[in-house]
């Protein structure tokens, strides 16, 4: 195949980083698998040509490739900004756990695939620790925490002029974090996670943390948060230190060297990115529109969402203030918007069975919602009032996705792809939910009730009724929507969840009310 490997960093050298050693290493095992490689730290001048596959990383660099038509596999090293995801590619990949839930934040989903490592030949070290080597890229900007140990052994920081993996064979023990400690690994050194790193501060609020000595046993759970020394976060001070040095054992070598091989052997690894493309998981933006910050940071922001909350306060109507973000969502890229009140709140897993629902829809689907009503005019879907303790759960009567004739607003899921928008000449703050499912009617498409049940914190007394303006609202709509037909039958009544109709009276209803 021909690929185009293009990041930020592509020369190996030391002084780049890890990612910088990590591209290196796959253009030369694409190499040596019969590829054909072109690479690039400026894509523009290469992005018009043709390509079997492009393997990236960095978001800018994405963006300047989203033109190409050829499948994209963007790969995630870390939690800083340039190496967020950003939506444009067809499969998204995470070094570590850590990472992959870090771009569930902005909406991306990806699979977890380790560093890709070379496995070089390699010696036992010595049985007793004499000689220890602190992988570093830049000098530190407080007193160096491991300092104290040249006091007893012959320590050597590294130099960045000079590959890293011929510095480690040097070494019986390597003191590191990320992709100096699974190359030291695989070069059968012993290792203990730690390090000082100025950007720790934004994610543990200081600098000098750590892991500890790796033991095989341990080595997987290390690898959850790429060895960084944020899977365990443990300060560094002198005692501790000295206690993991004490843990120093040669025997550790051989299967420390065996975890690498299984988990991150470069050819493993790399022929993991060629398995067939496939797009990668629905994109996802939630939209919101607020009024009140105090609800939308006790309620929706406690949410585990994924994906960018964009939100609108005070809009003068929920119709045109739900298309502002919307055309919001649409520029980001999103496959599909969530609208959502300010006091919903979903839980770990939620997206997750959105995503299994959405993959059973049919190609015309435009709006969903997670409770509605049915064709017939009753209560469908799974979704918690937190004012009772009671729940709606109409799954003895319905399977999902189930067709709706209305839904309750409090969740609305667009179909980004249909170009939908709500008719801004539909004032106020009632029955847009109803008007959603209308106009997907009216244009072809399908409204369905998902089974992705959700929390509501509503306010909202139970002695609501609907007011002057609901009732306009209703009878706007029956006047521009009568006569309107689905599957060659004529609508006979328009429906709500807010209100309840009789069976017989006409034919469809909305809101979990």
């Keep these: 195949m021909k690929i185009l490997v293009a990041a930020k960093y592509l020369t190996g050298k030391a002084e780049e980083g890890g990612s910088s050693r990590f591209f290196r290493l796959v253009i030369k095992t694409l190499v040596s698998l019969g590829h054909s490689v072109v690479e690039a730290t400026e894509p523009e001048k290469v992005v018009g040509d043709t390509y079997d596959l492009i393997i990236c990383s960095h978001g800018d660099i994405l963006k300047k490739l989203k033109v190409n038509p050829a499948p994209k596999v963007c790969i995630s090293h870390g939690l800083i900004g340039d190496e967020h995801f950003v939506f444009g590619a067809d499969r998204y990949v995470s070094i570590s756990e850590e990472i992959q839930a870090d771009n569930r934040l902005r909406g991306i989903d990806s699979e977890v695939i380790g560093q890709p490592i070379e496995m070089r030949g390699w010696l036992p070290p010595g049985a007793a620790l004499k000689k220890i080597l602190i992988i570093r890229r830049y000098p530190l900007d407080i007193p160096d925490p491991f300092a104290f140990l040249s006091e007893r052994y012959d320590v050597r920081v590294s130099d960045m002029s000079k590959p890293i993996e011929d510095q480690i064979s040097w070494a019986d023990l390597v003191i590191a974090v990320g992709r100096g400690a699974l190359e030291a690994m695989a070069q059968g ?19 000098d943390i750590g892991d500890g000595y790796v033991t095989p046993a341990l080595a997987s759970e290390m690898a959850r948060n790429n060895f960084s020394g944020r899977r365990f976060k443990i300060p560094l001070t002198r005692e501790w230190i000295e206690g993991e040095i004490a843990k120093y054992n040669a025997d550790d070598s051989e299967p420390l060297r065996a975890y690498v091989e299984a988990n991150h052997d470069a050819r493993k690894i790399v022929a993991r990115y060629l398995e ?20 939308f940071d ?22 045109k203030g739900l298309n502002k973000l919307l055309d919001v969502i649409e520029k980001e890229g999103a496959d599909v918007a969530i609208l959502t009140h300010q006091d919903m709140y979903y839980r770990h897993g939620w997206l997750g069975q959105v995503r299994e629902q959405i993959a059973k829809l049919p190609e015309n689907w435009t709006v969903a919602g997670i409770i509605g009503k049915d064709m017939e005019g009753r209560i469908c879907g799974q979704f918690r009032d937190m004012r009772i303790p009671l729940h709606f759960n109409t799954m003895h009567i319905h ?6 004739c209305c839904f309750d607003e409090c969740c609305l899921i667009i179909n980004m792809k249909s170009g939908f ?20 009617w009216e244009r072809g498409g399908s409204a369905w009730v998902i089974d992705a049940p959700a929390e509501h914190y509503c306010l909202r007394p139970f002695t609501w009724v609907p007011d002057k303006a609901f009732q306009r609202n209703y009878k706007k709509l029956y006047k521009r929507y009568e006569g309107l037909r689905v599957d060659s039958t ?12 009789p069976k017989e009276a006409l034919r469809f209803e909305t809101s979990a009310a």
């Design 490 to 501: 004529v609508i006979a009544r328009l429906d709500s969840t807010a209100i309840g109709l």
């Design 298 to 319: 006790m309620c929706l922001k406690q949410s585990e969402l994924a994906g960018q909350v964009h939100f609108l306060e005070n809009a003068k109507s929920a119709t």
């Design 421 to 440: 928008r709500f008719d801004e000449t539909f004032g106020g703050w009632d029955l847009y939910g109803t008007l959603a499912v209308l106009q997907t």
């Design 399 to 404: 399977t999902f996705p189930q067709p709706a």
């Design 189 to 207: 050194r012993p290792v203990i996670v730690a390090d000082a790193r100025t950007y720790n501060l934004s994610f543990v609020g200081r600098m």
């Design 276 to 295: 067939p493309v496939t797009p990668n998981n629905l994109r996802f933006s939630f939209g919101v529109l607020i009024n009140d910050r105090v609800r």
